[in-house]
């Protein structure tokens, strides 16, 4: 199918080098046809009139009652150039901070100044997935969807089904039972998606979904969707247009789907293509232990890009034994419960670009940075807090220098997930732990407890 609705500037290209299909934009694919590999998005740059050098993005803060320019992804829309501007969809995404944070920096023995905090959890549905979604229903309203779906852990479905209704697309989301943070579930249900619970985790629901979209005609949205991650770029053009257009030393990040890994990568990758930056930072992508697919991978079996010749075989043998021990992840960073990561092979392509490097931390590590990154920041939701956990694992290690510049993504809000807030606050289950002090109700005995 093609279309005369893209631009002739993109094209998807698997990622497979013996195989290398090639694509137009009008076509919803998801995975190569011939190989069944992942799919990127590739631009014809010649045919790209992308500014000369990062600080001519910053005049669009003049025009940004122009809906494009207001938004934190389109207005870098020359690096995303799929579609035509007529099918680009906004609600207003990635306003979102780079906070310098030294009360953090203090507690990974980072010296001040150096460490910096992107709060994900300020886009409109409280997490990064709305840099992708932008980007996808643009993809989506190009190829004249009329419904879609995703498998979630929570964020993608609260994200999509925002879009879906502003869109005017009906939306269906598939979770695992008992595996979705409240505060996520409960976007998904206002804002109106067909919700349907399967009895299993987030790796069924992805296996599902795909073949319900296939036999229904579906528009899918997952990380999987390689428009989703051309939206993800935008996270690091915001960071390094917030460090006055220097890269950071260091990019940390959750590593669950590995959707965002693979989608920054790719975005340095091509503003040294352009010659827009000098250098690429360094990468480290943190998993939590356990849901340590990654870690395994990279740091055990030694797993490589290897120019896009990945050995199979290792990966396979890997999920062949996690079926063989009905191995399920668990996590409480609900978003990065996945043992079966998408985007594997392009993050390890990240991994390869960035010199990157894996870590996994438990939850009690993730739960501690958690209420540190609320006591001195903004709060985020667990699996955000893993960015600091690994961090703190980093400079012990030595592996990361004190002095070093160093953004960490923190992907949702705090909001996202209330229970494991409360919990540990509540239950005391850990060093950091506030909880609330019961008193009689007598003027005098309150009195007595405030500090
Ligand atoms: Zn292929």
């Keep these: ?130 840099n992708g979604m932008t980007a996808a229903f643009s993809h989506a309203m190009m190829v004249g969807a009329k419904s879609c779906a995703c498998a979630s852990t929570g964020n993608t479905s609260a994200s999509m089904t ?126 939590a232990t356990g849901a340590k697919t990654l870690t395994d991978l990279v740091n055990n079996k030694k797993l490589l890009w290897n120019n896009g010749s990945v050995e199979q075989k290792i990966i396979d043998d890997y999920y062949a034994d996690l079926t063989a021990r009905n191995f399920s992840p668990h996590t409480c960073a609900s978003a990065i419960e996945i043992s079966r990561p998408v985007n594997l092979k392009k993050c390890l392509r990240t991994i390869a670009l960035c010199n990157g490097i894996v870590r996994a931390v438990t939850d009690e590590e993730i739960c501690d940075a958690k209420a540190i990154i609320g006591k001195y920041g903004l709060g985020c939701e667990p699996a955000s807090a893993a960015t600091i956990a690994g961090l703190k694992h980093l400079r012990a290690e030595g592996v990361i220098a004190a002095d070093e510049r160093i953004a960490c993504v923190l992907t949702g809000h705090l909001l996202k997930d209330p229970n494991v807030t409360v919990n540990y606050h509540k239950e005391k289950q850990g060093q950091f732990s506030n909880p609330p002090i019961e008193a009689p109700n007598k003027l005098d005995e309150i009195i007595k407890l405030i500090k």
Excluded at 214 to 230: A, D, I, M, V, W
């Design 1 to 130: 199918m093609s279309t005369s609705k893209q631009t002739d500037a993109a094209y998807q290209k698997c990622i497979n080098p013996d195989c290398g299909a090639e694509f137009d934009c009008g076509q919803s694919l998801f995975k190569c046809p011939a190989c069944g590999e992942l799919l990127d998005a590739v631009y014809n740059w010649d045919k790209i009139e992308v500014p000369d050098k990062l600080t001519d993005f910053a005049k669009r803060w003049a025009t940004r009652n122009n809906r494009l320019d207001f938004s934190g992804v389109w207005r870098f829309r020359e690096l995303l150039n799929f579609c035509e501007d007529k099918y680009k969809v906004t609600i207003g995404e990635g306003q979102t901070i780079l906070q310098q944070n030294d009360g953090v920096a203090e507690y990974v023995d980072v010296k001040p100044g150096r460490l910096y905090l992107q709060y994900e959890g300020l886009n409109p549905s409280g997490s990064f997935k709305d």
């Design 162 to 287: 925002l879009y879906a209704h502003n869109c005017g697309l009906k939306s269906t989301v598939f979770i695992g039972s008992g595996r979705i943070a409240f505060g996520k579930l409960s976007q998904a249900m206002d804002y109106g998606a067909q919700t349907i619970q399967i009895l299993g985790d987030f790796d069924d629901c992805m296996r599902q979904v795909q073949d319900v979209c296939l036999q229904l005609g579906l528009y899918l949205l997952n990380s999987l969707n390689p428009f989703r991650l051309e939206g993800q770029k935008a996270i690091m053009y915001r960071i390094i247009e917030q460090l006055r257009w220097e890269v950071p030393d260091w990019i940390i990040v959750p590593g669950g789907n590995l959707g965002n890994s693979s989608a920054f990568g790719k975005a340095f990758y091509e503003l040294k293509q352009l010659g827009l930056i000098e250098q690429v930072p360094r990468m480290a992508i943190i998993n």
